[in-house]
């Protein structure tokens, strides 16, 4: 399967543009498509305490566009709550140790629940 930023990018390519959401998901989705880096926006109404980036155990919960309910494969990168509410995923195919340290560390600084 592929990861949210390489479907974007041939969606992209295809089409010519991406349909418009909502304008601060159009903002990532458009900084994603530049600089070729995954980009996710969060509804902190809807998140479970803390947001970490962290690999799936499988058990996890993720509701898709569709409104069906899925579960990341376990190792699949994923943006999850402390109810194991999966709120991004298919950032990245992988992510080597040095690029997930990173994305926690940005996450830190973008991500600050009250």
């Not at 990245?92 to 009250?114: G, I, S």
Request: charged content about 25%.
């Amino acid at each position: 399967m592929r990861c949210a930023a390489e479907a974007q990018l041939r969606c992209l390519r295809k089409e010519g543009s991406l349909p418009p959401l909502h304008p601060l998901v159009d903002l990532c989705n458009a900084m994603s498509a530049a600089y070729a880096i995954p980009a996710a926006v969060f509804d902190p109404a809807h998140v479970a305490g803390r947001l970490e980036v962290r690999y799936a155990t499988g058990s996890e919960d993720y509701l898709a566009f569709s409104g069906e309910h899925e579960r990341p494969d376990a190792g699949e990168v994923i943006f999850a709550d402390q109810q194991d509410q999966v709120h991004a995923r298919r950032c990245t195919r992988h992510l080597r140790p040095a690029r997930f340290r990173l994305a926690v560390r940005l996450l830190r600084v973008c991500w600050q629940p009250k």
